[in-house]
C-alpha cells in the first residue's frame, strides 16, 4: 500500500469520525434545545403560580382589612352599648334609692 493509499484512508477515517461528530453534535442541540424550552415552560409556570399568589394575597390583605374595619365598628358600637347599659343600670340604681 502506497504512502498515497495510506493518506486516503486515514482521511476517509477522518471524514467517518467527522460525520459521527456531527450526529453526536446534532442530538445535542436537540438535547438543548429540548432541555430549553423545559426551562422556559418552568419559568413561566413559576411566574404564573407566583401572580396568581400575588392575587390570592392581595385579596386576603383586602378582606383582613375590612375585617378589621368591621371589628373596629364593631368596638364602637359595644362602647356605646357599654355606656347606654351603665346609663340605664344608673338611672335604675337611683329609682331603687
Known sequence: MSALDRLKEKVESW???IREL???NETLKRE????????RQCREGG?????ALRGETATLKSQLEAKDETIAALRV?????????????AKVEALLE
Open 77 to 89: 358600637e359595644l362602647e356605646t352599648k357599654d355606656a347606654e347599659i351603665e346609663a340605664i343600670i
Open 15 to 17: 471524514k467517518a469520525e
Open 22 to 24: 456531527n450526529e453526536e
Open 32 to 39: 438543548r434545545e429540548s432541555l430549553d424550552e423545559a426551562l
Open 47 to 51: 411566574a404564573q403560580e407566583l401572580e
